[in-house]
C-alpha cells in the first residue's frame, strides 16, 4: 500500500516538477536571445544546464528503477563529469562566502549507475554541505578510483556532528535542520547508492565539518551481493 502512495506520489511531483521546468526553459531561452553579455549568457546557460539535468530526473522518476531485480544503470558513466557539472551549480547557488573545491581523479573512473540519480546523490549532500556552513567555508568535491571501486566525496566546514548525529542521518524522517528538512533526502542518497551496488560511509566531528564518501563500483567491477 504504501510504495503504490509512493509511486502515485511521485508520479505527480514529477509532473508538476516537469511543467517548473518548462516554464523556466522558456524563460532562459528568451534570456539568451536577448543578450549578448557575455556573463549574463554564462549564468544563462548555467541554468540550461540545471534544467536538462532537471529534465532527466523526472525522467528517471517516471522510469521503474528496478527491472527484473536489477537497478537501471548506465554503462560507464564519467563520475568526474557529473562532480564537475555539480562544482560548477553550486558555484552559482552557494553563498558568496563558501568556495567551492574540486579535486577529480586523473585515472577518470567510470561507475554502472544512471547518471540522473548519481548527479541527483552529489548534488543532495553539496547542498547539505552548503547548509551546514551557514555563510562561510569550503565545500570540497573529490573523487578517486581505488582498485574495483570509485568513491565521492563531499566534505565542509561546517558545524559537523556528533557521533550519536552520523548514526542516524540517514534514518527516514530523521533531520538537523528541525521544521526546514523533512529528513528523506539522506534517505534518498543511500536508497540509490545501495541500489547501484555501493555504500555511503560519513565521518564527522563537532567544529570540524562532516566528509560523505559515496562508494560505487566501478565500470566492469562486480556488486555488493
Not at 3 to 9: E, L
Not at 126 to 134: E, I, L, R, V
Not at 214 to 221: E, F, K, N, Q, R
Request: proline share 4%; glycine share 12%; net charge negative.
Amino acid at each position: 500500500m504504501l510504495a503504490t502512495v509512493g509511486a502515485d506520489s511521485q508520479s505527480v511531483i514529477a509532473h508538476d516538477f516537469n511543467n517548473l521546468l518548462i516554464i523556466l526553459a522558456g524563460w532562459v531561452e528568451l534570456g539568451l536571445r536577448d543578450t549578448t553579455q557575455p556573463e549574463v549568457r554564462a549564468y544563462l546557460q548555467g541554468a540550461e544546464g540545471v534544467v536538462a539535468r532537471g529534465k532527466q530526473l523526472v525522467e528517471h522518476m517516471n522510469t521503474p528503477e528496478v527491472e527484473d531485480g536489477e537497478p537501471v544503470t548506465d554503462a560507464g558513466v564519467s563520475v568526474n563529469e557529473l562532480v564537475l557539472e555539480a562544482a560548477a551549480t553550486m558555484q552559482v547557488v552557494a553563498q558568496e562566502g563558501i568556495e567551492v573545491i574540486v579535486d577529480v581523479d586523473d585515472a577518470g573512473p567510470c561507475s554502472q549507475v544512471h547518471a540522473g540519480s548519481l548527479s541527483r546523490v552529489i548534488l543532495n549532500l553539496a547542498m547539505n554541505a552548503c547548509q551546514a556552513m551557514d555563510d562561510q567555508g569550503t565545500l570540497r568535491l573529490s573523487t578517486e578510483l581505488a582498485g574495483d571501486w570509485v568513491c565521492v566525496r563531499v566534505a565542509d566546514t561546517g558545524v559537523g556532528m556528533t557521533p550519536d548525529l552520523a548514526a542516524k542521518v540517514f534514518d527516514p524522517f530523521y533531520s538537523t535542520k528541525g521544521d526546514a528538512g523533512t529528513g528523506l533526502g539522506l534517505v534518498s542518497v543511500s536508497g540509490i547508492v545501495e541500489a547501484a551496488g555501493g555504500r555511503v560511509e560519513v565521518s564527522s566531528e563537532p567544529g570540524h565539518g562532516s566528509v560523505f564518501a559515496v562508494w560505487l563500483p566501478a565500470a566492469g567491477a562486480a556488486k555488493l551481493g
